[in-house]
C-alpha cells in the first residue's frame, strides 16, 4: 500500500541533550535510503540537524525562521541534502526571536502548519524540534500528525514525560487535531551500565508498547558523524550506530503502516 502522503512527525523532548537530533536526522537518511521522500525540518534555533547534514552556516539562505516570522513560501526554504531522496529546511540562531516576534500574531500557534500544506512531494516529514515546550515547539506539534520521543538511558528518563504527554494533549484539543505520540525511543544506552537496564526495564513497563524494541546504543561514532557534516550512514555504516537507526527506520514504517490499516 502506498503511504498517505506527507506524514509528519515531530522528534521532540523538553529535555536538552537527548539524542533528539540526531535521531531526527539518521533515521530520516535510513528512511530516505529506503526510497522515501524525506524533508527534515530544523526547527531549534540552534542549527544541529542543519550542521549534521552538513549545510553549514554560510549556505542556510532560507531558514525555518523566514518561513515561520517573515511568511516567505516554504518551498523557497526547502534544499537538497547530499543524502539521496532527503530534504531539508534549515535554521539558524534568528529563530530564537521567533517566539518574540510572532507574540501578537493571531495564528501564531499554526504558523508551520499552514505553511506546511504547501509543501509536495514528500512521504515522511521530521521536525527536529529544540529542548523546550515553547511556540517553536507548539508550531511543531500543531503541524503534525504524530510526536516521536527519544529518551536518554538514564535515571532521570522519565521526568518531563507527563509534561509533554499533557502538551500534546492540550494541542490536540485547542487544534481538533488528531496528534498522538508515535512511541519513545531510548537512546545513548550502555549496555555495560547496570543502571541503563533498569532504566530500560522501567520505561518498558510504565509506557508498554509506546517503547521502540529498537534501542540506539552510545556509540562515539554517532557524536561524531556531525562534525563531518554527515549522516552515521555515511559516516560508519557497518557500526553500530548505523545499525541501529536502519532498525529504527524499519520499526517506525511497520509501526506507521500498522496504523494506517
Ligand atoms: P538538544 O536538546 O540540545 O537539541 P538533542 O536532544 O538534539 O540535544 P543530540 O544533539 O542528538 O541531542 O545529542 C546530544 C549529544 O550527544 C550530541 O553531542 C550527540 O552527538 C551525542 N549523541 C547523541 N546520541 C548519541 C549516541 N547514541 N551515542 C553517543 N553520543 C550520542
Ligand atoms: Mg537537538
Given at each position: 500500500?502506498?503511504?498517505?502522503?506527507?506524514?509528519?512527525?515531530?522528534?521532540?523532548?523538553?529535555?536538552?541533550?537527548?539524542?533528539?537530533?540526531t535521531?531526527?536526522?539518521?533515521?530520516?537518511?535510513?528512511?530516505?535510503?529506503?526510497?522515501?521522500?524525506?524533508?527534515?525540518?530544523?526547527?531549534?534555533?540552534?542549527?544541529?540537524?542543519?550542521?549534521g547534514?552538513?549545510?553549514?552556516?554560510?549556505?542556510?539562505?532560507?531558514?525555518?525562521?523566514?518561513?515561520?516570522?517573515?511568511?516567505?513560501?516554504?518551498?523557497?526554504?526547502?534544499?537538497?541534502?547530499?543524502?539521496?531522496?532527503?530534504?531539508?529546511?534549515?535554521?539558524?540562531?534568528?529563530?530564537?526571536?521567533?517566539?518574540?516576534?510572532?507574540?501578537?500574531?493571531?495564528?501564531?500557534?499554526?504558523?508551520?502548519?499552514?505553511?506546511?500544506?504547501?509543501?509536495?512531494?514528500?512521504?515522511?516529514?521530521?521536525?527536529?524540534?529544540?529542548?523546550?515546550?515553547?511556540?517553536?515547539?507548539?508550531?511543531?506539534?500543531?503541524?503534525?500528525?504524530?510526536?516521536?520521543?527519544?529518551?536518554?538511558?538514564?535515571?532521570?528518563?522519565?521526568?518531563?514525560?507527563?509534561?509533554?504527554?499533557?502538551?500534546?494533549?492540550?494541542?490536540?484539543?485547542?487544534?481538533?487535531?488528531?496528534?498522538?505520540?508515535?512511541?519513545?525511543?531510548?537512546?545513548?544506552?550502555?549496555?555495560?551500565?547496570?543502571?541503563?537496564?533498569?532504566?530500560?526495564?522501567?520505561?518498558?513497563?510504565?509506557?508498554?508498547?509506546?517503547?521502540?524494541?529498537?534501542?540506539?546504543?552510545?556509540t562515539v561514532r554517532l557524536s561524531e558523524a556531525p562534525s563531518y557534516?554527515e549522516?552515521i550512514?555515511?559516516y560508519d555504516?557497518?557500526g553500530?550506530g548505523?545499525?541501529?537507526?536502519?532498525?529504527?527506520?524499519?520499526?517506525?514504517?511497520?509501526?506507521?503502516?500498522?496504523?494506517?490499516?
Open positions: 500500500m502506498r503511504v498517505k502522503l506527507k506524514r509528519i512527525v515531530s522528534i521532540a523532548n523538553q529535555k536538552g541533550g537527548v539524542g533528539k537530533t535521531t531526527a536526522i539518521n533515521m530520516a537518511a535510513a528512511i530516505a535510503t529506503k526510497g522515501h521522500k524525506v524533508l527534515v525540518i530544523d526547527l531549534d534555533p540552534q542549527g544541529n540537524a542543519s550542521t547534514l552538513g549545510i553549514s552556516p554560510d549556505n542556510r539562505e532560507y531558514t525555518a525562521y523566514d518561513v515561520l516570522v517573515d511568511g516567505i513560501d516554504i518551498n523557497e526554504a526547502i534544499i537538497k541534502t547530499h543524502v539521496k531522496n532527503l530534504s531539508l529546511i534549515t535554521s539558524n540562531t534568528d529563530l530564537s526571536s521567533a517566539d518574540a516576534e510572532l507574540m501578537n500574531d493571531k495564528g501564531r500557534l499554526i504558523k508551520l502548519r499552514n505553511a506546511i500544506e504547501k509543501v509536495k512531494g514528500f512521504d515522511y516529514v521530521f521536525i527536529d524540534c529544540p529542548p523546550s515546550l515553547n511556540l517553536l515547539t507548539i508550531n511543531a506539534f500543531a503541524a503534525s500528525d504524530s510526536v516521536l520521543v527519544p529518551l536518554q538511558s538514564e535515571f532521570y528518563a522519565l521526568e518531563g514525560l507527563s509534561q509533554l504527554i499533557l502538551t500534546v494533549r492540550e494541542v490536540r484539543e485547542a487544534l481538533g487535531t488528531s496528534l498522538f505520540i508515535d512511541g519513545v525511543v531510548l537512546t545513548m544506552f550502555d549496555k555495560r551500565v547496570k543502571l541503563a537496564q533498569q532504566v530500560e526495564v522501567d520505561v518498558r513497563d510504565n509506557l508498554k508498547d509506546l517503547v521502540y524494541k529498537t534501542i540506539i546504543p552510545r557534516g549522516t550512514l555515511e555504516a557497518s553500530r548505523a545499525e541501529a537507526y536502519v532498525s529504527l527506520g524499519a520499526e517506525f514504517l511497520r509501526r506507521d503502516k500498522v496504523k494506517q490499516r
